[in-house]
């Protein structure tokens, strides 16, 4: 799994824009980071995603949560018990 994973996460990470990707489990330990996503956030990244799915609870398909700065965008996503968040930088 961790190679499959691991090649997820490259294939993204080169992706135009980009700057970090973070993959955490269904309790916030992160599974992998690269780039400007820090190991740290997992909990915080599994948390917003768990919050966020609670607003809708009968929704078919999980929420997908983006937050904004000065300085890029961070977008988050679960899918079964694996969150994902994806930086990407502002154009400058």
Known sequence: MEKV???H???TFRL????????????GLCLAAKGVAEKSAAGNI???AKQ???LHPNSSTPP???IESET???????????????YK???T
Do not use: R
Not at 16 to 27: F, K, Q, S, T
């Open 5 to 7: 994973l691991e090649k």
């Open 9 to 11: 996460l490259d294939e």
């Open 16 to 27: 135009p824009g980009v700057a970090g990707v973070l993959c955490a489990d269904e309790n």
């Open 46 to 48: 599994a948390s917003i």
């Open 52 to 54: 966020a799915a609670q």
């Open 64 to 66: 997908v949560i983006c």
């Open 72 to 86: 890029g965008s961070v977008l988050i996503k679960s899918e079964d018990d694996i969150t994902m968040a994806i």
């Open 89 to 91: 930088s502002s154009p």
